[in-house]
């Protein structure tokens, strides 16, 4: 959701102060929202088989979560102090 909003606010603040940082940054933030569309379209296809490597699908689908800024579960990593 954070990067949809930023991918509006930047398309909307292009309309009027136009930059080329601002056209790759566009570019960027609408790859990366297909690519992980498509993602999770996968993830969610494989757990709705309901096949026999439940765990397998669960894994999967937390290592995504904590790959694009989800947490971790009683874990204290990265260790601070």
Not at 2 to 23: C, D
Not at 28 to 33: Q, V
Not at 45 to 60: E, S
């Amino acid at each position: 959701a954070t990067i949809a909003a930023s991918f509006a606010e930047i398309k909307n603040l292009q309309k009027t102060a136009y930059t080329e940082e601002n056209k790759g940054t566009l570019a960027w933030l609408d790859n990366f929202l297909r690519r992980t569309g498509g993602l999770r379209a996968e993830l969610l296809a494989l757990k709705g088989q309901g096949n026999q490597d439940d765990d397998f699908v669960k894994q999967m689908l937390r290592a995504a979560s904590v790959a694009f800024g989800g947490s971790r579960k009683d874990s204290d990593y990265p260790k601070v102090g």
